[in-house]
Structures are given as C-alpha cells and as structure tokens.
C-alpha cells in the first residue's frame, strides 16, 4: 500500500512538472482606445484558465502610426519577445513575411467571418491574420441639441457645418462657453487619413491611389472637400483640433462640449458610461455627403486583427491565443461590452448583441459600404503613401498653402514614391 502511495505521488509529480513545462509564457503587443486594453486583460485571463499558458500584454500608444513603426522595427529585427500581435487592417501587404500563416489552423472558421475581411488579410495565398473587430466610424450628434433647435439630422457637411454653428452659438450665448460645433481626428498621423479619406470620398474626389494604381488624388473635388474641412478650424471646430486623435476629440465630446463628433463604435459604449455628460443624449448617422458629383457617404473600413510573429518560440501557442481572440464567444463579449463591430456575420442577428449595443445591426450597412483606404494598390508603399497625404492634408488645415497647392505637390510626391510600379 505504501509503494502504491509512493508510485502515485510520484507520478502526480511528474505531471505537475510536465504541464507547468508545457505551459508557454506568451506576450502580446496591443494599442487599444479606451478602456480596451481592461478588456482584454479579462479575455486573456479566461485563456491562461482555459489552456494553462501565461501571456503578458506589452502596451503601445493609442497612435496606430507609432504603433507600425515600432512593430516593423522590432519584426525587422526578428524579436523573439513578442508572440502575438494586434494589427490594424492596412498592415498585412507590409508585414505578411514577418507573420506565420494562419490558413491551415484556421480552415474551420473563416467561412464563419466577413469574406472581404478574410480577403483583407490574406497576401499572396497567405493568410496573414484573424480579424478580431472591424470598424466603420459614424456621425455622433446630440439628439437633445437637434431637439431644442429643431434641427434634422445633417446628410451632407455643408448642412452638418451650418446646423453645428448655429447650436454652438446660441449655447456660447446662453452661458455653454466650452461648447463647439464639431470636433474629428485632426493630427498629422493615420486618423487623419482616414477622415480626410471620408471627406474627399464623400465628395466624388476619388480614393487617393484607385485600385488599379492610378493616383487620382489631384483633382477639383477632393481639394474643395479638404478646403471645406480647413474652413472648420477656428469656427465650429477648436484651433486644438490640429492635435486631436480618437481620445481627445471623444474626451472633449464626452464632457458635453461638442455638438457633432466623428469617431469610431468604441466611443457610443464609452458615451454611455455612468461618468460620461452625454449619457443618453446622443445617437448615431452615417457621416455626411460632399455636394460634388459622385458625392455620398463614406465611412472608412478600419479593423484590428490577430497575427502571430513568425519569429515566436511557441508559435503553437501563439496560434491558439490568436484562434481565440477572434473566435464568437470573445467578439461576442467585445461587441456586447465594447461596442466594437464584429467580423463574424451571424453576430449581427444575436438577440443578446442587439439588446446591449442596438447600433451594431444598424451599424452593419455602414460597414458593408465602408470605403478602404489605399493599401492593396500600394502595397509595401502604403505606409509612405498614407504619410504624405495627411502631410498634405494637415499642412491645409493649417493654414500652410492651399489644398490645390498642397495636393499638386502631394501628386508629385506620390508619383516619384510609385516610379514604374507600386
């Protein structure tokens, strides 16, 4: 009997010792908004109870442009630290070598995701990484304002503009003296891309480098659209603005002190929150059309993925974390806390989603008719490409040169970045 005790203590050791070898200690690099990296501590606490395996959370700064240059230098030189990485939907053409291929491993659910999505992140055959959320930005108005004021819900920016003025300033006089009319992400960095994408779209000025490779960005429409947004500095949007990311123009809108804002789905849960002054007064539209031909709304495809380093000591590990982090429960739960769009198609019809976050089905056509920014056209260029033009843009908004000027140049810069191909 006491042999029997000895053999089974023994081999409960040995177990023990086994799995805690078994076990990985995974790191993973992500830059949310928000409350977003609170989130994903708790999913990932739910993973290391479910599999054993530890994984550390490296943080990066909200700037998604400061987030892609730290992660190409740290890929370039081959860091076997990080295993798994949260990725913006641009990044694939520019960092698919540096990621393991997820085909195989994920051959049973991405029939499950968006296709456009699934073909987002696919390079050259490759499937380079799993969408975890996708993003489509909207226009945040104060249903209470709109109210007072008798105001419709604005279609076009011109009408968005006016209606903006007018509240702001009979706020301002009625003793609001922080109110604005419209706060959006104006700093020199990727947001500013993908707003001022919105607004030449918005106005039938083209998709900066059209699919097929042609820059079409120097043309009458897109530079009467940046004008238009120029026009706004120092009027209904604070000077303040030319430095403004996600965070700053939601905290200013958050406070009450803006009367239209465009942002992202992360902001209407935060909106909500017991802290916030907005609670309750605010709703949602599509952003505003141009007045140009072609004009209509334009709302750019965002997104983050799941990608693992190829360079990662447990790369079956790693695979597993990014499988999780886009599986249904987790972007259920995203959705649901988060009010991040998610990739997976039957979400959209989840009776538990709907009742947390009713913007998310309403949210679905928006998303559908996203508009996406230059990346599959310009390839390892986009990087470079998306660096000129919000130059461009915020040289305008500025005050520095006009946006005929400002684009002339830009469409030389582009052409010389492009040569004989992309």
């Known amino acids: 009997m006491k042999i029997n005790k000895l053999l089974v203590g023994l081999l409960t050791s040995v177990t023990l010792v086994m799995g805690s070898a078994q076990a990985a200690e995974l790191s993973m690099v992500s830059g949310d908004t928000g409350n977003g990296l609170a989130f994903l501590r708790t999913q990932l606490d739910r993973f290391e109870a479910e599999t054993g395996n530890t994984v550390?959370?490296?943080?990066?700064?909200?700037?998604?442009?400061?987030?892609f240059g730290q992660y190409r230098l740290w890929l370039a030189a081959g860091n076997a630290d990080i295993d798994v990485y949260q990725t913006d939907v641009i990044w694939a053409p520019q960092l698919a070598d540096q990621f393991l291929d997820l085909t195989e491993a994920?051959?049973?659910?991405?029939?499950?995701?968006?296709?456009?999505?699934i073909e987002s992140q696919t390079v050259d055959g490759k499937l380079v990484a799993m969408p975890a959320f996708t993003d489509a930005p909207a226009l945040y108005y104060r249903k209470d304002l709109l109210e007072k004021y008798n105001k419709p819900v604005p279609t076009t920016w011109d009408e968005m503009a006016a209606t903006a003025q007018e509240i702001m300033d009979a706020e301002r006089a009625a003793g609001a003296s922080e109110m604005y009319g419209f706060v959006f992400q104006g700093n020199a960095y990727e947001g500013l891309t993908c707003?001022?994408?919105?607004?030449v779209v918005s106005n039938g000025g083209g998709q900066i480098v059209e699919p097929d490779g042609t820059i079409s960005i120097n043309n009458a429409q897109a530079a009467a659209a940046i004008e238009r947004a120029a026009s706004w500095i120092g009027t209904i949007s604070p000077e303040g603005n030319l430095a403004?990311?996600?965070?700053?123009s939601r905290g200013v809108w958050q406070l009450g002190n803006a009367v239209f804002m465009r942002n992202w789905p992360y902001a209407y849960q935060l909106g909500n929150g017991d802290d916030s002054a907005v609670k309750g007064l605010f709703d949602v539209a599509p952003l505003p059309m141009g007045d140009g031909e072609g004009a209509r709304s334009a709302a750019t495809l965002g997104g983050w993925n799941v990608a693992v380093s190829k360079y990662s000591p447990d790369p079956e590990e790693a695979i597993k974390l990014a499988l999780f982090l886009s599986s249904p429960e987790v972007q259920k739960e995203r959705a649901i806390n988060q009010s991040n769009l998610p990739t997976i198609v039957s979400l959209y019809d989840d009776a538990d989603v709907a009742a947390a976050q009713p913007i998310i089905p309403s949210w679905k056509e928006v998303f559908l008719n996203a508009v996406?920014?230059?990346?599959?056209?310009?390839?390892?260029?986009?990087?470079?490409?998306?660096?000129l033009f919000w130059s461009a843009v915020h040289d305008t908004l500025s005050g520095n040169g006009s946006a005929a000027e400002n684009l002339e140049i830009l469409e030389a810069d582009l052409s010389e970045l492009k040569g004989d191909a992309w």
């Open 372 to 387: 996406p920014r230059p990346s599959a056209p310009t390839k390892v260029k986009y990087n470079e490409v998306s660096s």
């Open 56 to 67: 550390t959370i490296v943080p990066m700064p909200s700037s998604t442009s400061d987030q």
């Open 106 to 117: 994920a051959k049973d659910v991405v029939a499950d995701h968006f296709p456009s999505i």
């Open 195 to 199: 707003d001022a994408l919105e607004w």
């Open 244 to 248: 403004y990311q996600e965070e700053e």
